[in-house]
């Protein structure tokens, strides 16, 4: 079942980077169609899985996780436009996908690589006063990076 939402994770991803790199813009419909599938994955394993209680596999996978994105989205909105919304809802879906563990840890890389890429093209490029870096590739790659973490 693991392998099944790191493909889900990999192809909501993949999907929100083309579209927030294209079009500045990340669509919910991918990332409430995986966030949907993966808490109806949790559920099931939840309800036929003998050695655990179906409230805590619940918590833990749906919930807490959706709660960290909540918290993302209510720092966009405090944020004014600094940090998109749909950031949020990618965090909040994608940890639903994934757990908790592995989308602080994704999402994390992806603000440190997307903090390098900001220096780097805010001090070769002076003449831009307000420019849009998409956060969901480096969400990606961060993912990936950990997907190669956890191989080894």
Do not use: W
């Amino acid at each position: 079942m693991r392998q099944i939402r790191e493909c889900i994770a990999l192809a909501m991803l993949a999907i929100s980077s083309y579209t927030d790199i294209r079009e500045k813009y990340i669509y919910l419909v991918p990332m409430i169609i995986s966030a949907a599938g993966a808490a109806l994955m949790s559920v099931i394993y939840a309800l036929s899985g003998p050695d655990e209680s179906a409230a805590g596999v619940v918590t833990g996978e749906v919930i807490i996780p959706a709660a960290a994105g909540i918290v993302l989205i209510a720092l966009s909105k405090a944020a004014r436009e600094h940090i998109g919304a749909g950031d949020g809802y990618l965090v909040a879906s994608l940890g639903m996908v994934i757990g908790l563990r592995s989308m602080l840890c994704a999402a994390a890389a992806g603000i440190m690589a997307s903090l390098l890429f900001a220096a780097v093209f805010i001090s070769g490029n002076r003449r831009h006063k307000r420019i849009f870096i998409p956060f969901a590739p480096f969400v990606l790659a961060g993912y990936m990076a950990v997907l190669i973490y956890e191989m080894h």
